[in-house]
C-alpha cells in the first residue's frame, strides 16, 4: 500500500510527470507568467475548477518579484488578493491575475478554467483531482500505510474544500486542502463531492482577544438544517493565525451534548463548547493569556437552506 511521509514525497510518489505544451506561459513584455498544476508534474494546461494552482512571474531583467496576486473570480477558500503565489480556480470561464510586482510594476495574465473532474481515477493514472467539501472536522495524517493512518497533522475544518487524488485503501482519500495546499489522508466519511449538489456554510469570524475569557455563538438562521452525523458533524470551530487561512491552526468538531477542554493553541484554549437550545446556538467558550501572534476564532455549520 502506497504511503506518503511528507508533502514532498507526495508530490513526487503519488502523480507522474506529464509532458504538455506550456499554455500557461504569457510574456508580458518585461514579465514572463507562467501557471502550473501542483502534484501534477507541473501541467500547464486544462486547468479545472478546484485544482491546486502556482503562479510564478519571471522577470527578465531580474529586478523584480511577485508581491500580490489579485485572482478574478477569487480562489477556492482563499482571499481573492494576498501575497500567496497558489490558488486553486473556484469558476469555470476565464480566469484573471492581477499582479503585482515589488517594484510596484504591473502585469496581468488570464487563462481557461474547465469543470471539475468527477471521477477518482486510480494512483497509476495522471488525472485531475476531483473536489470535495469537508461536512465535520476531520482527522488530517501524513501517512497511510499497512498500520492505518499515521503522522497527525491536525483536523480539518467543516465546510473546507479538499482536492482528491487517489484511494490507498477502502474509506481513505488522499487529498491536497484548497486553503493551505498541505496534502495528507483523510477518510471519506467526511467528504461529499461538491458536484453532488447545493450545501451552504454558515460561518461567524471572531477576533481572539488577549486575557480574556469568553463565550462566542453562531445562531442557526431559520431555514438552515445543519448535516450532522449523529451527536457531531456538520458544525466544527478552527482557531488560527490571522491571515494565515482558515483550518491551517486547530480545528475540532463542536458536539451538541457539550466538549471538554482542548489543547492550547499559541495562547488560546478553548474550555467550552457545544449547543445551547433555548437560544439555539452552538457556542465556543475561549480563555486567552498573552497572545503572541493575531489569532481569528472561526465557528462553522454545515449544511443545506430550505428553497422554499
Known sequence: MRTFTSLATA?????????????????????????HVE?????TSDY??????????????????????????APIDRPACSSSSSGAPAQVGTQKL???????????????????ATVLKP??????????QVTCATPFYGDYGREGFAMPLGTIAAGTQVAAYYSPGKGV???????????????????????????????RPFALRSNTTQTYFLKIPAGFTVIRKGDAGGVSYAID???????????????????????????????????????????????????????????????RRSTS
Not at 19 to 33: E, I
Not at 39 to 43: A, L, N, T, V
Not at 125 to 131: F, L
Not at 182 to 191: I, K, R
Request: one cysteine or more; aromatic letters at 8%.
Open 241 to 303: 493565525v490571522k491571515g494565515g487561512g482558515f483550518g491551517n491552526g486547530v480545528a475540532n468538531p463542536i458536539f451538541a451534548r457539550g466538549g471538554g477542554v482542548h489543547l492550547p493553541f499559541l495562547g488560546a484554549t478553548v474550555i467550552g463548547d457545544g449547543y445551547d437550545a433555548e437560544t439555539k446556538r452552538w457556542f465556543v467558550r475561549v480563555r486567552t493569556g498573552k497572545l503572541a501572534k493575531p489569532l481569528t476564532l472561526q465557528i462553522t455549520a454545515y449544511g
Open 173 to 203: 482519500y488522499q487529498v491536497v486542502t484548497l486553503n493551505t495546499f498541505v496534502a495528507g489522508f483523510v477518510s471519506t466519511s467526511c467528504l461529499r463531492p461538491v458536484s453532488a449538489g447545493a450545501t451552504r456554510t454558515q460561518t
Open 39 to 43: 502534484f501534477s508534474g507541473d501541467r
Open 123 to 132: 494512483a497509476n493514472q495522471v488525472s485531475s483531482p476531483v473536489p470535495f
Open 98 to 116: 492581477d499582479i503585482t510586482m515589488s517594484d510596484g510594476s504591473k502585469v496581468s495574465h488570464t487563462f481557461a478554467v474547465g469543470p471539475a
Open 48 to 73: 479545472r475548477v478546484g485544482e491546486p494552482l502556482m503562479v510564478q512571474v519571471k522577470d527578465t531583467q531580474g529586478a523584480a518579484s511577485e508581491r500580490q496576486i489579485c485572482w478574478t473570480p
Open 11 to 35: 508530490a513526487v510518489v503519488a502523480f507522474i510527470p506529464l509532458l504538455l505544451p506550456s499554455g500557461a506561459t504569457a510574456q508580458d513584455g518585461r514579465f514572463v507568467v507562467t501557471v
